[in-house]
């Protein structure tokens, strides 16, 4: 509650008592409610900018989750097909003929040593495409079969076969490698 005394604007004194005119203002707690929260109830300017800059990051990393999580399942495709392009060479050469009886030192296609011994041999079309499930997508790969011989009582060979591949986004190498050891047919 508020009272307000007027003053006697000419002699600049208080006026006489029988003279004064009190005005109570009274104020309603509703009306100063209001006005409160009509206040509170904006928001500024630096508020929202801060907000959308908040939203802004919280999108991009959400994006920027999305687009790795992709690009690491396109990795992991292109990983599995050199895997298997590597499988094939040690496929294609554990399916050579090789006859540990035989007293022939002729080695190569037709005779009864088709694995031979060699270093960094290249079977025929060993330079293919992965074989991964996206259209319009061609990531060379070349796959070298290496053949060593491990000992010769017993007769055994290590057949190692290396798949290298180029990762698109990054230009990186990669080298997917399949060893194993084979005797001879008996």
């Given at each position: 509650m508020a009272h307000t005394v007027l003053l006697n604007s000419t002699a600049g004194q208080r006026t006489p008592r029988h003279e004064l005119k009190?005005?109570?203002?009274?104020r309603?707690?509703?009306?100063?409610?209001n006005k409160s929260h009509t206040a509170c109830a904006a928001m500024t300017l630096v508020e929202?900018?801060?907000?959308?800059?908040?939203?802004?990051?919280?999108?991009?990393?959400i994006i920027m989750g999305y687009v790795q999580a992709n690009r690491m399942a396109e990795f992991s495709?292109?990983?599995?097909?050199?895997?298997?392009t590597a499988m094939q060479g040690v496929e294609?050469?554990?399916a050579a003929r090789w006859d540990g009886q035989s007293l022939s030192t002729n080695t190569g296609p037709g005779t009864d040593d088709e694995l031979g011994c060699t270093n960094n041999w290249i079977p025929t079309g060993s330079t293919?495409?992965?074989?991964?499930?996206?259209?319009?997508?061609?990531?060379?790969?070349?796959?070298?079969?290496?053949?060593?011989?491990?000992s010769?009582?017993?007769?055994l060979r290590q057949i190692r076969s290396d798949a290298v591949w180029t990762?698109?986004?990054?230009?990186?190498?990669y080298t997917n490698t399949v060893i194993t050891l084979r005797a001879p047919d008996q």
């Open positions: 009190v005005i109570m203002l009274i309603s707690g509703k009306d100063r409610t929202v900018l801060i907000s959308i800059i908040v939203m802004v990051t919280i999108m991009g990393g495709s292109m990983s599995l097909a050199a895997q298997s294609q050469a554990i293919n495409v992965l074989d991964i499930p996206v259209s319009g997508a061609e990531v060379p790969v070349t796959n070298y079969v290496t053949i060593t011989q491990i010769t009582t017993p007769k990762f698109p986004y990054t230009k990186m190498i």
